[in-house]
């Protein structure tokens, strides 16, 4: 008898731990975690009653008010760029009114070379049209499908295109370099130029009307061999491109008839 509660005495704390053990093991079974989440939420109860940060049906909810006003936002934008398009496009005579399009092809490696548009021949777009925006010149169509063009423009590196100094005349070749700027090679060794000049195409130009808007001459270098250059900035908004106009080259153009020699490189402006 006292052997026996000897025993009990050592064992009996083992027994009643291992028996809670086996007893919780066995409700957390029947349960499925449902006891234990149940005394977790109700011990962090008051911590999460002091938590003042947003819940995840707020979180959700403002991202989807941040994604309306995004929305919005990009709609009234276009709306304001379609009024100045309809604006521009109604001033034109209604037999020569340009087309409207919209840049919707713009890869990353030729980000400075073409764009396509989401209209085409079906619209009445040709090969060799002109495409203009908000600001001047954006370059020539090359390329036609039914229902899209695609536009070559004139930052491309193979672009050139005549221009002239509105303020003074003097005239040259305008080519492409691969981003909002461009550069201009001139027919005379020192031309009457200076910075802030604007600069049009000229008519000299065998593939654009004369008097389309180019750029605004940047900085100068009288010095180069074998002719004098300027780099111009690009009027249009060639480096984001939404809204564009195409329109055939006016069939009444005639250039002068006194020719300008061609430019130290040889090269013939479109």
């Keep these: 008898?006292?052997?026996?509660?000897r025993w009990w005495e050592r064992k009996g704390l083992q027994i009643g731990l291992l028996g809670l053990v086996v007893g919780g093991a066995w409700m957390l079974r029947q349960t499925q975690g449902g006891l234990l989440l149940g005394m977790y939420e109700e011990m962090t109860r008051p911590l999460q009653m002091l938590h003042t940060g947003?819940?995840?049906?707020?979180?959700?909810?403002?991202?989807?008010?941040?994604?309306l006003k995004t929305r919005i936002e990009d709609l009234e934008r276009q709306n304001k760029k379609l009024k100045d398009l309809l604006g521009y496009v109604e001033k034109e005579p209604p037999a020569a009114r340009p087309i409207a399009a919209r840049v919707v092809g713009r890869g990353a490696d030729h980000w400075w070379q073409q764009v396509t548009i989401n209209?085409?021949?079906r619209a009445g777009i040709q090969e060799g049209y002109i495409v203009k925006a908000e600001g001047g010149l954006v370059g020539l169509v090359e390329k036609v499908t039914d229902n899209s063009s695609r536009v070559l423009l004139i930052s491309?590196?193979?672009?050139q295109v005549g221009v002239t100094i509105s303020r003074t005349g003097a005239k040259g070749v305008l080519r492409g370099d691969a981003s909002a700027d461009g550069v201009l090679e001139f027919y005379e060794k020192v031309?009457?130029?200076?910075?802030g000049d604007l600069v049009s195409t000229s008519n000299y130009s065998q593939k654009f009307p004369s008097g389309l808007a180019v750029g605004r001459v940047k900085s100068l270098n009288?010095?180069?061999l074998p002719a004098s250059v300027a780099t111009i900035e690009l009027s249009s908004s060639i480096r984001s491109l939404d809204w564009v106009t195409v329109s055939p080259k006016p069939e009444n153009q005639t250039p002068e008839i006194q020719q300008p020699a061609k430019p130290a490189t040889n090269q013939k402006p479109q």
């Design 222 to 224: 009288l010095k180069k």
């Design 54 to 67: 947003p819940t995840q049906e707020e979180r959700v909810k403002d991202a989807r008010v941040l994604e």
């Design 191 to 195: 031309p009457n130029v200076k910075p």
């Design 156 to 159: 491309d590196l193979k672009s």
């Design 1 to 5: 008898m006292f052997t026996s509660r």
């Design 119 to 121: 209209r085409g021949s």
